[in-house]
């Protein structure tokens, strides 16, 4: 008795409880000894015990598996009472926090150290397959460890962290009609596509529609635009929703090939159905943002957008690709970044079926009720100025090209260059040229060559010198992969490649429409921008008909 009274005593504490009682614990809440939640007690034990007494902590873990499981044993922060977040970062961490100050500590596995401890090693990184793994060892080693294999570090938690979280006003879905917090959106998130229950294959529901034979339906209304193609020639409405059917359109209806048609029943359909011409409308006012205009009436069941002013097309893709995944509906427009003149289409949206379930529609306005799909940005006639760099320019001994190059670019978008200098190869020379530059009132900088790897290319030690921050230096463009942006204080800052010398088109021209709408690029930016950035240097250019860019 007394024997086993000391291995009682001098096992290790995790919280109030032996370590033996703490795994009877876990096998009870866990449903086995899970090595995981088993080192997560020492974790918690670790960091309650840096925790200054008689603060109110929150806790957070950055992995779904086990951990949390230990948090809530241990400590009185659980999911249901919001004081754990988990946050599936894909580390084995934990954090206790205080809830108003949000500072607080950070107990994390150690590889290094695991690494004194062969079975918990290999286990941890899944060095051998489950099968091959000593349990009894491993977890002999992690009662052995106790808090050897991890490190603890001082953190503080960011501000948005220790908002309390408010549930807010309860809606009730018009779909499934089942309540949820409102702030959702218009319908719940299973609703909107987020179910985690298998649906069974079905096809996109229809109404039951009147039919008549084209004779008996004289004197009738159709309820639909119905489309005549001439091959080669045209297409279009040869009768729009509405038009009452006289005799004399049998003949045309009969070479239309059309035997029957849907005509409008006076008792409709009822609210659970949406007619084509009204979802229609209903989706491109919603993806219309700034700028944009809407033709009114739909025709074929179709509402295109265009530009109510020249101006840059910004996409919203996520919005554009969602909506599209919902079935029945669909919306097609032109490559985001595209440069539209006044009263160009550059979109068109629809619902598929005449009649569009109301559940359908209310699934694809949630998705456009977030945020418009399509803007159109104002694009501001810049002040450019041109600095080229280069010894051999600046001494004569090559004439320069770059100027008008750039002039001619620049101007296409009713931008003017108030100033260009040339400068030779020399820190100081460009600085200066900088500095000249900008008194004469420039907020777009365009410096040109000097920045490849060679020696005596220095433009962008000059620009540094001359203020010049935020500098991202190389692009995933072809040509142009040395383009250079930055800012001097409000002035951008872009810097073009010596290939603009001989390529038509590079990545000046793509990046040039954002810098004048005012779209910051960072680095996130460029390297989208890879894909399709690759100039198939055709002999007679086209650009910006082609696939340069988009």
Not at 271 to 296: C, T, Y
Not at 459 to 486: E, F, H, K, V
Request: include cysteine; hydrophobic fraction near 40%; glycine fraction near 8%.
């Amino acid at each position: 008795m007394d024997e086993r009274r000391a291995e009682r005593f001098s096992e290790p504490q995790i919280g109030k409880y032996p370590y033996s009682e703490f795994v009877s614990l876990v096998e009870s809440f866990h449903g086995y000894a899970a090595p995981g939640v088993l080192m997560g007690g020492f974790m918690v034990q670790m960091a309650l015990e840096r925790m200054p007494s008689g603060v109110l902590y929150d806790a957070l873990s950055e992995t779904t598996h086990c951990l949390p499981d230990a948090i809530q044993l241990l400590t009185p922060c659980t999911v249901g009472n919001g004081w754990l977040r988990i946050l599936n970062l894909g580390r084995y961490a934990l954090c206790l926090y205080d809830k108003t100050q949000g500072k607080g500590v950070r107990v994390y596995v150690d590889s290094r150290k695991t690494e004194e401890f062969p079975a918990v090693h290999q286990w941890f990184h899944k060095l051998k397959p489950k099968r091959e793994q000593d349990v009894e060892k491993l977890l002999s080693q992690i009662r052995e460890a106790q808090t050897q294999m991890y490190t603890i570090e001082t953190v503080t938690v960011r501000d948005d962290f220790l908002k309390r979280r408010k549930k807010g006003a309860i809606a009730v879905c018009s779909i499934c009609q089942e309540a949820y917090p409102a702030d959702h959106g218009r319908i719940c998130r299973v609703c909107q596509g987020q179910n985690p229950y298998v649906e069974l294959p079905h096809e996109i529901p229809a109404p039951k529609l009147k039919t008549l034979a084209v004779e008996d339906a004289i004197g009738k209304s159709i309820a639909h635009d119905m489309t005549e193609i001439v091959p080669g020639k045209s297409k279009g409405p040869a009768f729009q929703k509405g038009h009452v059917l006289d005799a004399g359109d049998l003949c045309r209806l009969h070479q239309m090939g059309k035997r029957q048609v849907y005509v409008a029943d006076k008792n409709g359909l009822g609210p659970q159905w949406v007619h084509e011409n009204d979802a229609a409308l209903a989706f491109a006012k919603a993806m219309a943002g700034e700028r944009i205009g809407r033709s009114d009436p739909p025709r074929e069941g179709k509402v295109n957008l265009f530009a109510q002013e020249e101006g840059l097309l910004v996409v919203s893709d996520d919005i554009l690709e969602r909506f599209n995944r919902i079935e029945g509906v669909m919306a097609a427009s032109r490559k985001s970044y595209s440069i539209l003149q006044k009263d160009q289409v550059f979109a068109g949206t629809r619902a598929i079926p005449l009649y569009l379930a109301r559940t359908t529609f209310e699934r694809a306005m949630q998705v456009l009720d977030e945020k418009p799909m399509f803007t159109i940005l104002s694009l501001r006639k810049a002040r450019v100025g041109v600095l080229v760099t280069g010894t051999e320019v600046f001494r004569g001994l090559v004439e320069d090209k770059f100027i008008p190059i750039i002039r001619g670019k620049v101007e296409a978008y009713g931008c003017s260059v108030v100033h260009a200098k040339i400068v030779p190869d020399e820190r100081s020379a460009i600085s200066e040229g900088i500095a000249e530059i900008l008194e004469k009132g420039a907020d777009l900088l365009v410096t040109t060559a000097g920045l490849s790897v060679d020696p005596d290319d220095v433009t962008r030690q000059g620009l540094l010198d001359a203020g010049a921050s935020n500098m991202i230096y190389g692009s995933p463009i072809l040509p142009g992969a040395m383009t250079l942006l930055a800012r001097i204080g409000n002035v951008q800052v872009i810097g073009v490649p010596a290939c603009a010398l001989y390529f038509k088109v590079t990545s000046f021209d793509l990046m040039l429409p954002r810098l004048l709408a005012g779209i910051p690029i960072r680095r996130e930016d460029l390297a989208k921008m890879g894909h399709g950035a690759f100039c198939m240097e055709c002999k007679t250019c086209t650009f910006p008909k082609c696939p340069f860019g988009k």
